[in-house]
T-cell receptor
Framework: DAMVIQNPRYQVTQFGKPVTLSCSQT?????MYWYQQKSSQAPKLLFH???????NEADTPDNFQSRRPNTSFCFLDIRSPGLGDAAMYLC??????????????FGPGTRLTVL | QKEVEQNSGPLSVPEGAIASLNCTYS??????FFWYRQYSGKSPELIMF????GDKEDGRFTAQLNKASQYVSLLIRDSQPSDSATYLC??????????FGKGTRLSVIA
């Protein structure tokens, strides 16, 4: 089945130790998104790739970086995780260009714990 | 004014009743409207989307859109305990990413 896959599902890291979260998709969608979601809050968009074009949200900390080496994969790098970065990280994809829908499909998420 | 507003709840309804979830948005240029369901600790899953004024039905779910009032709602008929979750309203304009509301927590009581 076509889907959005995130690895790992659970990640524990130490304060300041770099961590990389991965996302892959078999939907052949041209846009991939990374969201951060904390408890009882809405998903917060960090950045997205429209094909190879990187779009960073203005309030995304420099501590967060992303890479998209090809259509199928996208990575979220947290260079020096702080305690405030503990959250669920959600990857989503969409095919922009579908008239008026642009439905986003989410992966299962990676729950990050920072010790 | 927040772009997408939802009552955080919890909204409690008895099993078998109709649950009504509401959402307002501030950008009149918004084009497409989505409802996602999110169970605790899980990722959002799409329930349905709507982009034309009026009602759109899918099984027990009905989305209602009123662009003049900048209002979109989700009705869940014959509510079941398994419908207990947070419901996220999301809005899109053009090719920009989704803007999410904070979600309404629904509790269906058996």
């Amino acid at each position: 089945d076509a889907m959005v896959i995130q690895n790992p599902r659970y990640q524990v890291t130490q304060f300041g130790k770099p961590v990389t979260l991965s996302c892959s998709q078999t939907l052949n969608h041209n846009v991939m998104y990374w969201y951060q979601q904390k408890s009882s809050q809405a998903p917060k968009l960090l950045f997205h790739y429209y094909d190879k074009d990187f779009n960073n949200e203005a309030d995304t900390p420099d501590n967060f970086q992303s890479r998209r080496p090809n259509t199928s994969f996208c990575f979220l790098d947290i260079r020096s995780p702080g305690l405030g970065d503990a959250a669920m990280y959600l990857c989503a994809t969409s095919r922009v260009g579908q008239l008026l829908t642009d439905t986003q499909y989410f992966g299962p998420g990676t729950r990050l714990t920072v010790l | 004014q927040k772009e997408v507003e939802q009552n955080s709840g919890p909204l409690s309804v008895p099993e078998g009743a109709i649950a009504s979830l509401n959402c307002t948005y501030s950008d009149r240029g918004s084009q497409s409207f989505f409802w996602y369901r999110q169970y605790s600790g899980k990722s959002p899953e799409l329930i349905m989307f709507i982009y034309s004024n009026g009602d759109k039905e899918d099984g027990r779910f009905t989305a209602q859109l009123n662009k003049a009032s900048q209002y979109v709602s989700l009705l869940i008929r014959d509510s079941q305990p398994s419908d207990s979750a947070t419901y996220l309203c999301a809005v899109i304009k053009g090719n920009t990413p989704l803007v999410f509301g904070k979600g309404t927590r629904l509790s269906v009581i058996a």
